[in-house]
């Protein structure tokens, strides 16, 4: 399919370097994934790892923007670089030694655009619904709130 | 109902104990800390942050507590201004067992007081166990931080230690809102 040959153009770009690109929808459903060893389309779902997953959702949603931003993690294989689009899905790649995150950032940043398109053609998802930027105002009574939940919890 | 997210930032070079910090906070606070990933490479400690450490505490339904790690190596500096974007304060953490070690913490200092000349922060001067540490007034000089910046002792392998230095980064954030927000009045009513 479409999805795939565009996936396996980004984890051709570089064979031994990235070992894997992955699709999520926000629950973090693998929608579709290649690895450099072997191409495959699934319409079956594979569940990555619960607390992976919603580990994974915490930290994007406590980044500011919307749209497509950068989330780096260290993993078995090295790191793994996350690509978040707010609310609606992920794009995951696998690479497998530190060294390459520059690299990784480079090709992302070249399919960026691509990888953006591909993902809201998926979840048809509008344009305005990806970019939405959450922003909450934050008050002092709030931070207030933090403060007591810690004496609370820590008795101090 | 949209859930409202404060961002917290622990900064700090290499070895300054961020990870440490976050790790002892997570033994008191219900901080709901990544499931590491790196099962088996990591049995000895010497191991370094190379993304960053990350908590997460929720506070109300609607407020969550995030602590972002960042990770201290120069190498690793492109992510610095990515993770901190829109963060709501910061702690510096500087390991204080010597002045070298207080200087080496200088580049990454200014890199945040350049990049985020207005987020409330503290430093932390942590390793205050070890005999030959430094004070936190020369810890002030080193760095140059401002008068109005306040450094504290810290030693993150101890939970009220290191409870005490989050609140108190708090209470500056607390400070910063409502100055803030009497600015703003003040404009209003202009
Ligand atoms: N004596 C003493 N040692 C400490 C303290 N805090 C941290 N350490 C030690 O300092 C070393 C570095 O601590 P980490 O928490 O890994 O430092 P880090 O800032 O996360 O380092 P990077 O992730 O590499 O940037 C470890 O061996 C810790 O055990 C402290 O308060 N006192
Ligand atoms: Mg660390």
């Known amino acids: 399919m479409r999805l795939s040959c565009q996936l396996r153009g980004i984890v051709s770009e570089s064979p031994d370097q990235i070992r894997a690109v992955y699709i999520m929808d926000k629950d973090g459903t693998v929608i579709t994934y290649v690895t450099n060893t072997m191409l495959i389309n699934t319409s079956s779902t594979f569940l990555a790892a619960p607390r992976f997953i919603s580990s994974l959702k915490g930290l994007v949603s406590a980044l500011p923007i919307g749209g497509i931003n950068y989330v780096l993690m260290q993993g078995i294989e090295g790191i793994i670089q996350l690509m978040s689009i707010k609310d609606v899905g992920y794009i995951m790649v696998i690479i497998n030694s530190e060294a390459s995150i520059g690299l990784t950032r480079i090709i992302l940043e070249k399919y960026a655009d691509k990888l953006y398109g591909l993902l809201r053609k998926l979840l048809s998802a509008s344009e305005e619904e990806i970019v939405e930027v959450v922003n909450v105002e934050i008050t002092p009574k709030d931070i207030e709130d933090v403060i007591n939940f810690i004496r609370s919890k820590a008795a101090i | ?190």
């Open chain 2, 1 to 190: 109902m949209p859930v409202k997210t404060i961002k917290i930032v622990i900064a700090g070079p290499y070895g300054a104990g961020k990870t440490t910090f976050v790790k002892t906070l997570s033994e008191v606070l219900p901080i709901d800390t990544e499931a590491p990933i790196t099962k088996g490479l990591m049995d000895n400690k010497k191991s370094t942050t190379v993304a960053f450490d990350y908590g997460r505490m929720k506070v109300r339904e609607d407020l969550v507590v995030h602590l972002f790690g960042i990770p201290g190596q120069e190498r690793f500096s492109f992510m610095w201004k990515i993770i901190a974007r829109g963060m709501h304060g910061y702690l510096f953490i500087v390991d204080s067992s010597s002045e070298e070690r207080v200087k080496e913490a200088l580049g990454m200092y200014n890199f945040f007081r350049e990049n985020f000349p207005s987020t409330p922060h503290i430093i932390a001067a942590n390793k205050q166990d070890i005999p030959t540490a430094v004070d936190t007034f020369t810890i002030k000089n080193i760095l140059k931080a401002p008068y109005e910046v306040k450094v504290m002792p810290l030693i993150a392998t101890n939970r009220r230690s290191a409870l005490f230095v989050l609140v108190t980064l708090l209470e500056e954030i607390k400070n910063y809102l409502v100055e803030m927000t009497k600015y703003s009045n003040e404009e209003i009513q202009q």
